[in-house]
C-alpha cells in the first residue's frame, strides 16, 4: 500500500496501517504525531486545543492506526477525517463542533 493512501484510508472499516516501532519516553505528543507523518506520509492539522504533552509509548510491530488510536485515547484526543487530512484536537472540541 503507498503512503498517501494510508492516510485516506483511515477510519474505513478493517484498514490496517503499517506497523510502527516506538519507544518514548517523556514525549510531546506533537513530536509522536510528527514522526508518523514522517514514516507514513500520514497529513495532520493539529488543532491549538492540543497542548504540550508528555507522553510513554512502548510499541513494537503494531499498526500505526492502532498505535495512534491508543495514544489519543488515553490523552482525550480524537481525529476528524477530510480526505488524506487528519485533524487532531481534544475530544471536548470535536463534540462541541459535532
Do not use: C, H
Not at 7 to 14: D, K, L, N
Not at 82 to 91: E, H, Q
Request: net charge negative; charged share 20%; aromatic share 8%.
Amino acid at each position: 500500500m503507498q503512503q498517501p493512501d494510508q492516510g485516506r484510508r483511515y477510519g474505513s472499516p478493517g484498514f490496517v496501517g503499517e506497523a510502527i516501532n516506538l519507544n518514548v519516553v517523556n514525549a510531546d505528543i506533537r513530536d509522536i504525531l510528527n514522526y508518523i507523518t514522517e514514516q507514513y506520509g500520514i497529513n495532520f492539522v493539529i488543532d491549538s486545543s492540543v497542548a504540550a504533552v508528555p507522553v510513554t509509548v512502548n510499541v513494537q510491530d503494531v499498526p500505526w492506526n492502532f498505535a495512534l488510536d491508543a495514544l489519543l485515547r488515553a490523552n482525550k484526543l480524537g481525529v476528524e477525517v477530510n480526505g488524506n487530512i487528519l485533524r487532531v484536537a481534544t475530544s471536548d472540541t470535536l463534540a462541541k463542533e459535532a
